[in-house]
């Protein structure tokens, strides 16, 4: 990818390796907090089962953060301060994961209206955060180095994968413990808390004294004043939309698709007598994140527009396919499914991301790139509003 800073110097600099490793947790800590309230979907269902958690709590974090991600793709050549943006975002998740804790302990896991109201709020402040973070960070990436981009939408996919194994891990540990999945869920809880701490530390302290960051940052910074001075005639928003309308129709079918299965479907939808019993929700999660995680390290990449649309579209294929499977089909012809909707995804997202930012300068990257988290977030939100089509009995 042809940045829009002379990249070739950035050889001469030291810790690209570091920096791309950064990138990779800092990816985790975006979608951690998410991945967490997805990845405990068990333990709402047995606290409000009539409240169907799979699909309202996804419907209740995406306006905020469709909304956050439009005010400021609308801003996008403002001189926001990337910084501030992305620290907020990551001490906004820690913040709302500790009050998840503290509702729980609170009351005393009792359930009911007044404590799912609650837990709505937070799971709200999730969407806030997480377009503070994603857009900030990946804007920023976007002007350096295309491998920062790769690790870092990898870690995105990596903390699904990781919540679902610490998941499985909590729950087979506390299983037969008459608290056992309270305390399990607690647990889990705290160890993601603990890493988006760990995140601010790495993003406020560590990345920033990187060589290479650092280069990349004072390039970016003189191209943003030549443009303050008309040196530089940057392209409007609506333009990039326009120019880039292929990537973005792409990036929103992709999650509009995987957001109407994953993952009310598969908590709600795929019968509830099979060998797995409780455990068959999780495994299907855990199937999905890691074929997601699999596919972003595919070496080989799409960069065809054209057939990137081509894919994004048949995949809405697996919609009557996940439909005739959990009517008539067993656990393994489920599971072969979802390991199609994750694969599928992760390919297509890091293909995106990756080729979108090519041939334009650095401010026009940043802002590409928030834009196409706005569309990444239009389509999590509408998938998750599809998703309630499933709840109607055919």
């Known amino acids: 990818m042809n940045s829009g800073v002379d990249s070739s110097s950035s050889g001469k600099l030291t810790g690209k390796i570091p920096a791309i490793i950064i990138s990779w947790f800092l990816g985790v800590g975006v979608t951690l907090s998410w991945n967490s309230v997805l990845t405990i979907g068990d333990y709402y269902y047995h606290l409000f089962p009539r409240y169907h958690p799979g699909r309202v709590l996804p419907l209740v974090s995406q306006p905020f953060s469709l909304i956050t991600s439009a005010i400021y793709s609308y801003h996008a050549y403002s001189n926001i301060n990337t910084r501030k943006r992305t620290l907020f975002g990551y001490t906004l998740f820690a913040s709302s994961l500790s009050g998840l804790i503290v509702l729980d302990v609170a009351t005393s896991a009792k359930g009911g209206s007044g404590c799912y109201i609650a837990i709505c709020s937070l799971v709200a402040s999730f969407g806030v955060a997480s377009a503070h973070v994603e857009g900030g960070v990946l804007g920023e990436l976007s002007t350096m180095c295309p491998e920062f981009i790769g690790s870092f939408v990898a870690g995105l996919a990596a903390s699904g994968a990781l919540t679902s194994f610490l998941r499985l891990a909590t729950k087979a540990s506390f299983d037969n413990d008459e608290n056992g999945l309270r305390e399990g869920v607690m647990l889990f809880l705290g160890i993601s808390m603990l890493y988006e701490f760990i995140c601010i530390i790495l993003y406020a302290y560590v990345f920033d004294k990187i060589p290479i960051v650092r280069h990349f940052r004072e390039k970016v910074s003189a191209l943003q004043g030549a443009s303050a001075i008309d040196d530089v005639r940057n392209i409007s928003a609506s333009n990039l939309i326009l120019r880039n309308v292929d990537y973005v ?131 999590l939100f509408s998938g998750a509003c599809l998703d309630l089509l499933w709840t109607i009995k055919i």
């Open 249 to 379: 129709i792409s990036v929103f079918l992709t999650y509009a698709l995987t957001l109407s299965i994953f993952p009310g479907f598969l908590y709600e939808n795929t019968g509830r007598q099979h060998e797995l019993g409780s455990w068959y929700a999780i495994v299907l999660i855990a199937v999905f994140n890691v074929c997601d995680l699999v596919a972003r390290y595919i070496p080989f990449r799409v960069e065809s527009r054209r057939g990137l649309v081509v894919a994004s579209v048949l995949r809405l294929l697996l919609v009557p396919c996940f439909y005739v499977t959990s009517k008539y089909g067993g656990e393994g012809w489920m599971i072969m499914l979802v390991s199609v909707l994750g694969l599928t995804n992760g390919y297509l997202t890091v293909c995106i991301f990756t080729v979108a930012p090519t041939g334009y300068n650095a401010p026009e990257q940043n802002a590409l790139g928030n834009i196409l988290v706005f569309f990444l977030l239009f389509g």
